[in-house]
T-cell receptor, first 112, second 116 residues
Framework: AQSVTQLGSHVSVSEGALVLLRCNYSSSVPPYLFWYVQYPNQGLQLLLKYTSAATLVKGINGFEAEFKKSETSFHLTKPSAHMSDAAEYFCAVGGTASKLTFGTGTRLQVTL | GAVVSQHPSRVICKSGTSVKIECRSLDFQATTMFWYRQFPKKSLMLMATSNEGSKATYEQGVEKDKFLINHASLTLSTLTVTSAHPEDSSFYIC????????????FGQGTRLTVV
């Protein structure tokens, strides 16, 4: 069984500030982990993925995430937020990188 | 990255009618496609998994007679919402996985279904 917990349904940061979106997972097998971004009324776009290679994963738009097995975490970070980063972010876990279990999502708000 | 096209992006239908949503992989062969439903301000709920040429596997609690899924080719899967009711109104999203990028699922743009 797999599950994902995203702490904080809503996160607000100032433009230029650090973005930290939290994700903890549970998986009975070595996980594949993903972060997706969703803009209003659109599908999901992959930001980055962990598939058992490097534990620090760099993605698009300046985002990165670190896989920490001991903490069962895969938090998403970005050093400096931009207004265009405002969106819904989903963490997902998949045992075989196919069938995904999603977290409940975190809405990121970026203020001036 | 690979492209998955979902059509229509938005549809309004009358209660009791059926609606078909298409999901196409444009530049790769999708051996497996997934259909998700997303409720307002909620996460994505997997409805079913379909493999080309075989019957879809539905998740617990999803009515297979109501949500008909067909995956007749390696580039097309369809979801038909039969006898739609207002409670079926939702955002439906498909994703596809296939060679050679088997470690990543690509998502369609989603379909906003409103049943009136």
């Amino acid at each position: 069984a797999q599950s994902v917990t995203q702490l904080g349904s809503h996160v607000s940061v100032s433009e230029g500030a650090l973005v930290l979106l939290r994700c903890n997972y549970s998986s009975s097998v070595p996980p594949y982990l993903f972060w997706y971004v969703q803009y209003p009324n659109q599908g999901l776009q992959l930001l980055l993925k962990y598939t058992s290679a490097a534990t620090l994963v760099k993605g698009i738009n300046g985002f990165e995430a670190e896989f920490k097995k001991s903490e069962t975490s895969f938090h998403l970070t970005k050093p400096s937020a931009h207004m265009s980063d405002a969106a819904e972010y989903f963490c997902a876990v998949g045992g075989t990188a196919s069938k995904l279990t999603f977290g409940t999502g975190t809405r990121l708000q970026v203020t001036l | 990255g690979a492209v998955v096209s979902q059509h229509p992006s938005r549809v309004i239908c009358k209660s009791g009618t059926s609606v078909k949503i298409e999901c196409r992989s444009l530049d790769f062969q999708a051996t497996t496609m997934f259909w998700y439903r997303q409720f307002p301000k909620k996460s994505l709920m997997l409805m079913a998994t379909s493999n080309e040429g075989s019957k879809a596997t539905y998740e617990q609690g999803v009515e297979k007679d109501k949500f008909l899924i067909n995956h007749a080719s390696l580039t097309l899967s369809t979801l038909t919402v039969t006898s739609a009711h207002p409670e079926d109104s939702s955002f439906y999203i498909c994703s596809a996985i296939g060679a050679p990028m088997n470690t990543e699922a690509f998502f369609g743009q989603g379909t906003r279904l409103t049943v009136v």
